[in-house]
């Protein structure tokens, strides 16, 4: 048996069930996020709501605010799990998330900057352009900064420099809201939340999260290629330069359109490519499309965990996920810690 086809029986080979598993999984958290609710709607009004042509107020309520909500957690979720997937399989390090290279501080403080100018209260897409152009200006200084080398220290350290200043100039916007009240709406959007977002929302960030996942998909040999070292890899004929540039514009795509409409939602690029990888044989390739469906669980999941736990006054999503992330990100020190030593 040769090298390659051993290492694909180790990966998902070895566990054929797991990606049927997590696509019913994101089914029935899909089904759950339409369910959940301040009215009580049943699973049959909600077929007929979206297939069957009604125009009354349930029709209103699933296609206005529960279907947008439900679309959102699935592509925002996925497009963290498998941004982290393929962002810790490049650098190689546990620790490293979508948040590592700036795309999403950048992001913020692009969506904050349409707050402060009053451009959020002139037209609805206003917030999520100006979160996307943050992305975009983000990565092209990380680019400018990390240069041509293909160092994954030299890119960890620009996306940290980056993350940094921009988390400082959201702090200043902050510092002079001209009131209050503009204060508080940022902070609350700087929370990371899927409540009222409409299809419009879904429509101008599907297809920029859309195309970053098609480029990252294609990372899955490279990194493969990447755990047996630069030099390896690049014997085999893959240029760490050109993937390097393919992870980042795939990340900004993504993660910055993902960013621009729901807010930071941490966390969930760093939990699930830990939790999926000893099931995929520890393999990049195998873990990328894992990690996107775990992603999605996990989002809806605790998006409708939220509703669950404070209906009156609805926990911030990216709240919850910082509770549930943070105490998993020390245990990942630890373990580091204990395997180190």
Known sequence: MTTAAMTRRRGLGS????????AVAVVLAFAA???VGPAAIGLPEIVKAMFGGRADTVALIVGEVRLPRALLGLTIGATLGLAGAALQGFLRNPLA????????ASASLGAVLTFYTGLAGLF??????????????????????????????????AGIAVTSFAAALTALTLNLAPNPFAALEIMFWLMGSLADRSLEHVWL?????????????????????????EDAAQTLGFSLHRLRHRLILGVA??????????????????????????LVGHRPSALLPA???????????????????????????????????????????????????
Do not use: N
Request: proline content about 6%.
């Open 33 to 35: 996020s339409l369910l």
């Open 97 to 104: 998330e979508p948040g590592l290279v700036g795309v999403t």
């Open 205 to 229: 960030s599907a297809p920029f999260m859309l195309a970053g996942w098609l480029l990252l998909a294609t990372l899955g040999r490279p990194l493969d290629a990447l755990t047996l070292g």
């Open 124 to 157: 609805a897409l206003a917030l999520p352009l100006g979160g996307m152009a943050g992305a975009c200006a983000g990565v092209i200084l990380v680019q400018g900064l990390a240069g041509r080398q293909t160092s994954s220290m030299t890119l960890i350290l």
């Open 291 to 341: 990690s996107a469906l775990g992603g999605a669980v996990l989002t809806l999941s605790a998006d409708v965990a939220v509703r669950l736990i404070s209906p009156g006054h609805e926990l911030k999503l990216g709240v919850l996920t910082a509770l549930v992330g943070a105490p998993f990100f020390l245990f990942l020190i630890l373990r580091l810690r204990r395997q180190l030593s």
């Open 15 to 22: 566990r054929p069930y797991l990606l049927p598993l997590l």
């Open 253 to 278: 795509l993504s993660v910055g359109a993902a960013t621009s409409v729901a807010g930071a939602i941490g966390f969930v690029g760093l939990i699930v490519p830990h939790l999926l990888r000893p």
